[in-house]
């Protein structure tokens, strides 16, 4: 009996200590973390290795073996080093990067004036900006890389059932390889600055042997290639990937908002942010900088989307074979910490103080995103100005994509992959 009674209360006390950390346990030892303080802790916490093996997918599904999926220390420590130095620009490279922003938006060969498809048009410019502004790629390589963000996203949704679409996914590799090492013969090395795929490649034979040497830390980890190791895909993805989608929901929420907003009769006002968002962009263009930006309102619309929309809604760390998922969506939509708006894309509360701990789109600790603080938002600011001070929105087709937000235009946007892949809009140019 006493041994009864003795189970029973070890597992009401465990109830309760899953229950007060939010933290929902499966028999597959696997938790969702929706708690910002336990987050925290296990990001904090967590190591290269924890980061490692749930992203073994991206892995195999685009041959890449970055920090993200490979658990080498010195190879992370080296790769960092370099990011860091190819990321810290001074006053003309930024100048350099928002010059090629606005000619690339401005562009015939992307922009037309009419209705467009809105997903594919902004992954374009975005890849293509990424590419000559912070890697150097050629000014003419549209035409190589113009089906390189459709192939991107195709092997990004088939990576989710690996095994199943393998065949397809490699057939689509193939294709992206070939299109990026065509680019790459394109690109312009200057003496005076570092390459930063050339340097990764050094960083990857230098550390090669003991990579290659690995033990199978876990069923789940497979030792990289050298091809994977090299590949531009390495750095490509990370900044490509969270880039287009901050620039899609920034569009959407400026823009498409307001058109659903006027079609609807609502009279919902628009925050003193956005109604002096024009004035925000000339002065940032005109010195473009992450000093400039932070006393912009830029900024501000820049965390904002990156609250309601995090480019990683979640984040998986596995520690002693116990899966751990962090709901980023869900912690930066918590109504206990941003309030009963929380839904709302409202800029002006990332004038508060007391936002930054609960606010962790870039992950936190030793995993944190090595351009978090500085390039990250700048980049982002950069390609939002661009675009707003070069187009204008001034309808969007009322189809089945946007119907129900049609019906309801307060409603936050879905915040995955396809959810806007449909979405058409009318685009005008702007003269200055």
Same mark, same amino acid.
């Given at each position: 009996?006493?041994?009864?009674?003795?189970?029973?209360?070890?597992?009401?006390?465990?109830?309760?200590?899953?229950?007060?950390?939010?933290?929902?346990?499966?028999?597959?030892?696997?938790?969702?973390?929706?708690?910002?303080?336990?987050?925290?802790?296990?990001?904090?916490?967590? %190591?290269?290795? =924890?980061?490692?093996?749930?992203?073994?997918?991206?892995?195999?599904?685009?041959?890449?073996?970055?920090?993200?999926?490979?658990?080498?220390?010195?190879?992370?420590? &080296?790769?960092?080093?370099?990011?860091?130095?190819?990321?810290?620009?001074?006053?003309?490279?930024?100048?350099?990067?928002?010059?090629?922003?606005?000619?690339?938006?401005?562009?015939?060969?992307?922009?037309?004036?009419?209705?467009?498809?809105?997903?594919?048009?902004?992954?374009?410019?975005?890849?293509?900006?990424?590419?000559?502004?912070?890697?150097?790629?050629?000014?003419?390589?549209?035409?190589?890389?113009?089906?390189?963000?459709?192939?991107?996203?195709?092997?990004?949704?088939?990576?989710?059932?690996?095994?199943?679409?393998?065949? =397809?996914?490699?057939?689509?590799?193939?294709?992206?390889?070939?299109?990026?090492?065509?680019?790459?013969?394109?690109?312009?090395?200057?003496?005076? %600055?570092?390459?930063?795929?050339? &340097?990764?490649?050094?960083?990857?034979?230098?550390?090669?042997?003991?990579?290659?040497?690995?033990?199978?830390?876990?069923?789940?980890?497979?030792?990289?290639?050298?091809?994977?190791?090299?590949?531009?895909?390495?750095?490509?993805?990370?900044?490509?990937?969270?880039?287009?989608?901050?620039?899609?929901?920034?569009?959407?929420?400026?823009?498409?908002?307001?058109?659903?907003?006027?079609?609807?009769?609502?009279?919902?006002?628009?925050?003193?942010?956005?109604? /002096?968002?024009?004035?925000?962009?000339?002065?940032?263009?005109?010195?473009? =900088?992450?000093?400039?930006?932070?006393?912009?309102?830029?900024?501000?619309?820049?965390?904002?989307?990156?609250?309601?929309?995090?480019?990683?809604?979640?984040?998986?760390?596995?520690?002693? &074979?116990?899966?751990?998922?962090?709901?980023?969506?869900?912690?930066?939509?918590?109504?206990?910490?941003?309030?009963? %708006?929380?839904?709302?894309?409202?800029?002006?509360?990332?004038?508060?103080?007391?936002?930054?701990?609960?606010?962790?789109?870039?992950?936190?600790?030793?995993?944190?995103?090595?351009?978090?603080?500085?390039?990250?938002?700048?980049?982002?600011?950069?390609?939002?100005?661009?675009?707003?001070?070069?187009?204008?929105?001034?309808?969007?087709? %009322?189809?089945?994509?946007?119907?129900?937000?049609?019906?309801?235009?307060?409603?936050?946007?879905? /915040?995955?992959?396809?959810?806007?892949?449909?979405?058409?809009?009318?685009?005008?140019?702007? =003269?200055?």
């Amino acid at each position: 009996m006493f041994e009864i009674i003795s189970s029973l209360v070890i597992l009401l006390l465990l109830t309760i200590f899953y229950k007060k950390c939010n933290l929902h346990y499966s028999s597959s030892q696997a938790f969702l973390i929706t708690n910002i303080d336990d987050a925290r802790r296990i990001l904090i916490e967590s %190591d290269i290795l =924890s980061r490692a093996i749930p992203n073994q997918g991206l892995k195999k599904a685009f041959q890449i073996s970055n920090p993200f999926t490979n658990p080498n220390e010195n190879y992370r420590k &080296e790769f960092l080093k370099v990011i860091h130095k190819t990321i810290d620009f001074d006053n003309n490279k930024w100048q350099r990067f928002a010059n090629i922003a606005l000619e690339t938006v401005k562009n015939e060969k992307f922009f037309k004036t009419g209705f467009i498809e809105l997903v594919p048009w902004v992954q374009k410019i975005t890849l293509n900006i990424v590419l000559r502004g912070y890697l150097g790629f050629d000014a003419n390589i549209y035409e190589v890389i113009d089906d390189v963000p459709k192939l991107i996203n195709d092997i990004w949704l088939k990576s989710k059932q690996y095994d199943k679409n393998q065949e =397809s996914i490699q057939q689509s590799m193939r294709l992206l390889k070939n299109k990026l090492y065509n680019a790459s013969l394109m690109s312009q090395n200057k003496d005076e %600055d570092i390459n930063v795929i050339q &340097e990764i490649s050094k960083i990857a034979h230098k550390h090669l042997n003991d990579i290659k040497e690995l033990p199978q830390l876990t069923s789940g980890f497979i030792n990289p290639t050298e091809d994977e190791l090299e590949t531009p895909l390495n750095i490509i993805i990370p900044t490509y990937e969270t880039m287009w989608r901050v620039l899609l929901y920034a569009i959407l929420e400026i823009k498409v908002r307001e058109i659903l907003l006027i079609k609807n009769n609502s009279k919902m006002k628009k925050n003193n942010h956005l109604n /002096n968002l024009n004035n925000s962009i000339d002065n940032f263009l005109k010195n473009p =900088s992450y000093s400039t930006l932070k006393t912009n309102s830029l900024n501000l619309i820049v965390k904002e989307t990156l609250r309601l929309y995090p480019a990683t809604r979640r984040i998986y760390r596995t520690c002693n &074979e116990i899966k751990y998922t962090i709901d980023v969506e869900g912690i930066h939509r918590d109504f206990k910490t941003w309030g009963d %708006d929380s839904l709302r894309f409202k800029p002006e509360r990332f004038e508060k103080p007391d936002t930054s701990y609960s606010y962790i789109p870039f992950s936190v600790g030793k995993m944190k995103c090595a351009a978090a603080d500085k390039f990250a938002p700048t980049v982002a600011a950069i390609l939002i100005a661009s675009v707003l001070s070069s187009v204008d929105i001034v309808d969007v087709v %009322d189809n089945e994509v946007i119907q129900k937000y049609r019906k309801n235009p307060d409603l936050p946007f879905e /915040n995955h992959r396809l959810a806007f892949d449909k979405i058409i809009v009318n685009l005008t140019t702007l =003269s200055k």
